[in-house]
């Protein structure tokens, strides 16, 4: 796990290189499963934080409790694929303030990727981004994983086919929050 914010109150380790998050054009589903994503992780990591139910809280908020519960559902499965899958641990950036939520390290660019390439359903960039997610190793189930998520995401977020969508997810770039 890695916080860019020294002056918070929990400090986590700074071991990841970490790029900022507006150098890529990401849509918000694809911003709200990265967030979902890095939630999964610290609690994977800290299972003390329960930060699984930060995740069913954001999905709630952001999306209802039918659509957040799909997307939530489905992240998660991404997140066990990966799990799964890995054969080195899988950095993060936790999401404890705004300055690291501007931030995207390697592993979760990669593995974002691997979702806005499912959700727009481009097979080759899905499986090169999991075959780079997952260092090369047993990307089946990851591939199966990615499209179903891409397939929730084009339900729960049809209006992204225009790009119009605007994210009410606060601390992110292009947020009007």
Same mark, same amino acid.
């Given at each position: 796990?890695?916080?860019l914010? %020294?002056?918070?109150?929990q +400090?986590?380790?700074?071991?990841?290189?970490? =790029?900022?998050?507006?150098n890529?054009?990401?849509?918000?589903?694809?911003?709200? $499963?990265?967030?979902?994503?890095?939630?999964?992780?610290?609690?994977?990591?800290?299972? +003390?934080?329960? #930060?699984?139910?930060?995740? =069913?809280? %954001?999905?709630?908020?952001e999306?209802?409790?039918?659509? @957040?519960?799909?997307? $939530?559902? #489905?992240? @998660?499965?991404? &997140?066990?694929? &990966?799990?799964?899958?890995?054969?080195?641990? =899988?950095?993060? &950036? $936790?999401?404890? !303030?705004p300055s690291?939520?501007?931030? &995207? !390290?390697? *592993?979760?660019?990669?593995?974002?990727? %691997?979702?806005q390439a499912?959700?727009?359903?481009?097979? $080759? #960039?899905?499986?090169?981004?999991?075959v780079?997610t997952?260092? @090369?190793?047993?990307t089946?189930?990851?591939?199966?994983?990615?499209?179903?998520? @891409?397939?929730v995401?084009?339900? #729960? =977020?049809?209006?992204?086919?225009?790009?119009?969508?605007?994210?009410?997810? *606060?601390?992110?770039?292009?947020? *009007?929050?």
């Amino acid at each position: 796990m890695t916080c860019l914010n %020294l002056n918070s109150q929990q +400090s986590w380790p700074q071991k990841t290189p970490s =790029f900022p998050l507006q150098n890529y054009n990401f849509q918000p589903s694809e911003l709200l $499963v990265l967030e979902m994503l890095r939630l999964y992780c610290q609690n994977y990591a800290d299972p +003390s934080s329960h #930060a699984w139910d930060k995740v =069913f809280v %954001l999905g709630e908020e952001e999306l209802g409790p039918y659509d @957040g519960a799909w997307v $939530v559902s #489905a992240v @998660g499965g991404l &997140i066990r694929a &990966i799990r799964n899958g890995r054969r080195r641990s =899988f950095e993060f &950036i $936790v999401s404890c !303030c705004p300055s690291c939520r501007q931030q &995207i !390290c390697t *592993t979760e660019l990669n593995a974002l990727w %691997l979702v806005q390439a499912a959700r727009t359903e481009n097979i $080759v #960039a899905m499986e090169t981004a999991a075959v780079l997610t997952l260092d @090369g190793h047993n990307t089946k189930d990851l591939v199966l994983s990615a499209q179903h998520l @891409g397939s929730v995401l084009r339900e #729960a =977020f049809p209006e992204e086919r225009h790009h119009r969508y605007k994210p009410s997810l *606060t601390g992110y770039p292009g947020s *009007t929050h």
